[in-house]
């Protein structure tokens, strides 16, 4: 192969590389942002639960509609994470036949310019 040729390749394949890993990332930064809501509702409620104060919340029953409301998100949230992490596994796929790639072209870049000794 033309070593013009192969260089150009190489670059392509670390280019495709990059895009992929960078949707990895996307995907990884949405799941860690969905977690942290899910989290932070599951303090929530666990602040909630501990202060046994009588307020007006609890008085009127508010309270047990927000507790509802709390564990239909966190459903919601978590069936998203298993979308996004089905997703994450496709990408992954993706980045890894990309990375390989992209790995032995420069490789054969790598060797093609080293000078041959016969």
């Given at each position: 192969m033309n070593p013009e040729n192969l260089t150009r390749l190489a670059?392509?394949?670390?280019?495709?590389?990059?895009?992929?890993l960078q949707d990895v990332s996307r995907?990884?930064?949405?799941?860690?942002?969905?977690?942290r809501e899910i989290?932070?509702?599951?303090?929530?409620v666990k602040a909630r639960d501990e202060d046994l104060t009588l307020d007006p919340a609890r008085m009127t029953g508010v309270d047990v509609v927000w507790r509802r409301w709390v564990d239909?998100?966190?459903?919601h949230h978590q069936a998203r994470m298993a979308e996004l992490?089905?997703?994450?596994?496709?990408?992954m796929g993706k980045a890894r036949?990309?990375?390989?790639?992209?790995?032995v072209l420069d490789?054969?870049?790598?060797?093609?310019k080293k000078p041959r000794s016969d």
């Amino acid at each position: 192969m033309n070593p013009e040729n192969l260089t150009r390749l190489a670059q392509l394949a670390a280019m495709k590389r990059d895009v992929d890993l960078q949707d990895v990332s996307r995907i990884t930064g949405q799941m860690n942002a969905l977690q942290r809501e899910i989290d932070a509702l599951r303090d929530e409620v666990k602040a909630r639960d501990e202060d046994l104060t009588l307020d007006p919340a609890r008085m009127t029953g508010v309270d047990v509609v927000w507790r509802r409301w709390v564990d239909q998100t966190v459903r919601h949230h978590q069936a998203r994470m298993a979308e996004l992490a089905m997703a994450r596994e496709m990408f992954m796929g993706k980045a890894r036949t990309s990375f390989g790639r992209a790995d032995v072209l420069d490789k054969l870049n790598n060797q093609q310019k080293k000078p041959r000794s016969d």
